[in-house]
């Protein structure tokens, strides 16, 4: 796979120049940081529906870690837990994520962040793009990651009574998470014990926390139901 350097300069505003080799570069004053950007690879056109989160590409920023923005068209492959931009006529990723602060497109702000995960009761770390339902600042966050897998249509010949055509198709997959603050990794919720479990060590007393989920039946399957828990934890933390 290629690699191409993207040197972000101090003035994000001013003409795009393009090497031979590649590399590209905002003329400006001062280097403010390099991405590594890889050249992307095209959608299996053999697996049915899209990989992306939006098809078409929309118009957004990359807010860097040191607070500077780029802009530009961008799309979220969700497939490939990736974003991808247009420039020089080819489709980019970010290859090293580590720079960016957050992306803002299509009325939506994803992070990337560190997240614990369990299966088979096992507990592993895994990183990616997450969107912010709620929580802004330092306050604990509740957020979502989209998922794409892929599923295949059970085959039957027609003459065995069978309709399936054993099609590879995506599947929309979504799971929530909350980072409790910033700079933490995120937690996977599987049940109501794990918002138990999460604020245990912070300044709010656990029974505060088994009697809102009781009184309220908290579910940790509906969004509307995280985002009021997540507010009353905010809320008990500014007193």
């Known amino acids: 796979m290629k690699k191409l350097i993207f040197c972000i300069l101090m003035t994000l505003t001013t003409v795009v120049s393009f090497s031979q ?8 004053q001062g280097v403010l940081h390099s991405l590594n950007l890889s050249k992307s690879s095209s959608a299996d056109r053999q697996i049915l529906g899209s990989p992306y989160l939006n098809v078409d590409y929309m118009y957004g920023k990359i807010i860097l870690s040191n607070g500077k923005v780029v802009k530009g068209l961008l799309r979220y492959n969700v497939r490939t837990q990736n974003f991808e931009m247009v420039m020089d006529r080819d489709t980019l990723y970010i290859s090293e994520p580590s720079f ?3 992306v803002e497109f299509a009325g939506k702000t994803f992070i990337y962040s560190l997240a614990l995960e369990k299966v088979n009761g096992k507990q592993y770390l895994s990183e990616g793009y997450y969107e912010v339902i709620a929580g802004k600042g330092e306050v604990s966050k509740l957020l979502v990651k989209h998922d794409k897998n892929i599923k295949e249509s059970s085959y039957a010949p ?6 399936g055509t ?3 198709r995506y599947v929309d997959e979504q799971y929530y998470y909350i980072k409790p603050q910033e700079g933490s990794a995120a937690v ?5 014990l794990d ?11 656990s029974q505060e ?7 309220n039946d908290v579910n940790t399957q509906k969004i509307e139901d995280l985002k009021k828990f997540l507010n009353y934890c905010n809320d008990l933390r500014k007193l």
Do not use: C, P, Q
């Open 209 to 215: 926390i088994k009697e809102y989920i009781s009184k």
């Open 195 to 205: 918002l138990i479990k999460i604020f245990s060590n912070s300044s709010i007393e």
């Open 188 to 192: 996977r919720l599987n049940g109501k």
């Open 100 to 102: 960016v602060r957050k």
């Open 158 to 163: 027609t003459y065995m009574g069978g309709g």
């Open 166 to 168: 054993g099609a590879k």
């Open 21 to 28: 080799g590649k590399n590209i570069t905002i003329k400006g």
